[in-house]
């Protein structure tokens, strides 16, 4: 019963996540298409969704998290400093990874990070002392591996679209993201295990303080994206109504990614955030109408093989933790 109980909650926190990302993805692409007003203005300053979602997270985090501060007064929680660090690789790596679209085409890109489970497994077992299952290699494997054939599948001509391709910097960009990645959520991980009374609202609430503050300084400060943006939404109400939808699917999705995080760790949460591009891609497929190609039959085949078996094993271990027997939603 146990184990039932925690693949259903996991099964929470990935439709969650899923859908909340899902639909941020459709509204920011009418962001990035859309022409606003009589004009037809543009959105140009894409880059500051991230700097507006931060602070939108922050204090949504912040009234939900003051409530209940005094009833965890005794719960040995994480003081605010702890994810300075962890912030600070947050904001960056995201940033490489939209500068790597610029030079490489967006299945090249999932390609490229399909392979992200590899840094979270390494940079684990290096800062927070982790230790991995031969199985659970094999799980990221064919994962990475499903994703990385059924994207290449994709990538015929869509170099072409791009106005000034640099693939070498585009697949160093990357590796950036994704080395800094695998930081963020090594990071989160030991603050969770020093910190075991840390609820996933308060890792939210303070990482997007942090990130609130790095991004403010870079649109406002060392540039005027932030000046330009809010100067855009003012003139244009329906793009500011669209930014604000995009911020609360932003801020849902993080309630369940940092949830996932503390109750069933960092690599489980880079599994499904990666996956979800692989779905991106397959549901356009199969929207519009193509027909999957054998190669890609196997690689859906290898990554629904990997979920499955990756979400029977962490459903078995968190079950058999005494501490997370009884999971509260």
């Given at each position: 019963m146990a184990r039932l109980q925690t693949f259903g909650y996991l099964a929470v926190c990935v439709l969650g996540i899923y859908a909340s990302y899902l639909t941020q993805g459709v509204v920011q692409e009418r962001l990035s298409t859309t022409k606003y007003g009589l004009i037809g203005a543009r959105f140009a300053q894409m880059k500051s969704l991230n700097g507006i979602q931060s602070l939108t997270c922050f204090?949504?985090?912040?009234?939900?998290?003051?409530?209940?501060?005094a009833r965890r007064a005794g719960a040995q929680t994480a003081p605010w400093t702890a994810y300075w660090r962890a912030a600070v690789t947050n904001s960056v790596g995201p940033a490489c990874g939209y500068e790597a679209l610029k030079n490489i085409s967006y299945p090249a890109q999932v390609l490229a990070k399909s392979c992200k489970m590899v840094p979270v497994m390494v940079l684990g077992t290096i800062i927070g002392g982790k230790r991995y299952s031969v199985l659970e290699y094999i799980c990221s494997g064919l994962i990475g591996g499903g994703i990385s054939l059924f994207a290449?599948?994709?990538?015929?001509?869509?170099?072409?679209?791009?106005?000034?391709?640099?693939?070498?910097?585009?697949?160093?960009?990357?590796?950036?993201?994704?080395?800094?990645d695998g930081y963020t959520n090594a990071a989160q991980d030991k603050i969770h295990a020093q910190y075991k009374g840390t609820s996933s609202?308060?890792?939210?609430?303070?990482?997007?303080?942090w990130c609130s503050i790095y991004n403010a300084a870079f649109l406002f400060i060392f540039s005027s994206s932030g000046y330009q943006a809010v100067s855009f939404c003012l003139q244009h109400h329906q793009a500011a109504v669209d930014v604000l939808l995009f911020c609360i699917c932003g801020a849902i999705g993080q309630l369940f990614i940092f949830e996932t995080i503390r109750e069933f760790g960092s690599?489980?949460?880079?599994?499904?955030?990666?996956?979800?591009?692989?779905?991106?891609?397959?549901?356009?497929?199969?929207?519009n109408g193509n027909a999957l190609a054998p190669q890609q039959w196997a690689a859906v085949f290898m990554v629904f093989s990997g979920l499955l078996t990756s979400?029977?094993?962490?459903?078995?271990?968190?079950?058999?933790?005494?501490?997370?027997?009884?999971?509260?939603?």
């Open positions: 204090l949504w985090a912040a009234l939900l998290v003051l409530p209940f501060k290449a599948q994709s990538m015929s001509g869509a170099s072409k679209k791009l106005s000034n391709p640099n693939a070498p910097l585009g697949y160093a960009l990357c590796a950036v993201n994704l080395i800094l609202l308060v890792t939210m609430c303070w990482m997007n303080f690599l489980t949460n880079t599994m499904i955030t990666t996956t979800r591009k692989f779905f991106n891609i397959l549901l356009s497929v199969l929207w979400s029977y094993l962490k459903g078995r271990r968190h079950s058999a933790r005494p501490d997370k027997v009884k999971t509260k939603g």
